[in-house]
């Protein structure tokens, strides 16, 4: 019962209220509230703060946080090894991964890798801002670029490129842009990365970098929306080679100043700062290693 009541613990901190939890796991609000309670007994401790709107862990509550799903990973992986044996492989994993690349790349990742592991249940979650990788429970992330928060771990699955491009119906009509400057004429189509919008875009010149402020009549916090607007001729858009390399390749787009491209940035898998893995976990990371490992970039310098 401890163990089942930590697990509870966990859903109620990832989906922020007694009641969302409950749903999550089919229980009532009161059958929640009692068997918090009654963890809270058993170690003495508040764990959490609850109002009427909010709830916030205490210092206690974060040590469990950290401790707990580690524990749980623990206690899950040698159930399956010994309900099922050491070559089975079961249970959830939890999964963020940028919209774009998510609904291409990485859902065709994971049609190949549930075929060989049927008994491993994956939620997707997809997003282009911020996400908490602790707080919201995720056992494994794709990002992209520079990873600020030092406690995650980090496996490298190499650099990709961000391209400007546009549809040749778009060029066909207002011009193709030959110098960075000369997207200030046009019409950039661009993301929102949470409160940040990204209308600043970067280039490699002979002069130096060049950093050049966009402007379009469409803003999206999407990225899948956004290749959409280009291929439809919208306008100009900043993506990243993963997303467009085959639109490039079969002409639905055409990459643009080719000789200011910026530096490759990494793509990178991240998991929580806990000291194992669980062994789903890990041959998902695995998979997904293999899988960019096969991509084919586009030749560069071109």
Known sequence: MLLDNIALFLTIVEKGSLTAAGREVGLSPTTVSERLA????????????????????????????????????????????????????????????????????????LTEFQAT????????????????????????????????????????LGDARRLVCASPAYLEAHGVPHEPADLRSHNCLMMRFGQNLDNEWRFETPAGPQIVTVSGNRVANDGAMVRQWGLEGLGV???????????????????????????????????????????????????????????????WPR
């Open 38 to 109: 009654a963890l809270e007994t058993h170690y003495g401790v508040v764990l959490l703060n609850r109002t009427t709107r909010a709830i916030s862990l205490t210092e206690e509550g974060r040590t469990l946080v950290e401790g707990a799903r580690e524990l749980l990973n623990g206690v899950g992986d040698l159930d399956t090894r010994i309900r099922h044996g050491a070559e089975t492989l079961t249970g959830t994993i939890r999964l963020s991964a940028p919209s774009d690349r998510g609904r291409h790349l990485i859902s065709h990742a």
């Open 117 to 156: 592991h049927p008994g491993i249940r994956v939620e997707l979650l997809l997003s282009d801002g911020y996400v908490d990788i602790v707080g919201e429970g995720i056992d494994l992330a794709l990002r992209f670029g520079a990873i600020m928060d030092s406690t995650l771990r980090v496996r490298s």
């Open 237 to 299: 858009v900043l993506k990243s080679e993963l997303d467009v390399a085959e639109d490039i390749r079969r002409g639905r787009l055409i990459e643009l100043l080719q000789g200011h491209a910026a530096q490759p940035a990494p793509v990178q898998l991240l998991f929580p700062p806990a000291r194992t893995q669980p062994r789903r976990v890990k041959a998902l990371a695995d998979h997904l290693v293999e899988t960019f490992a096969t991509l084919e970039p586009l030749p």
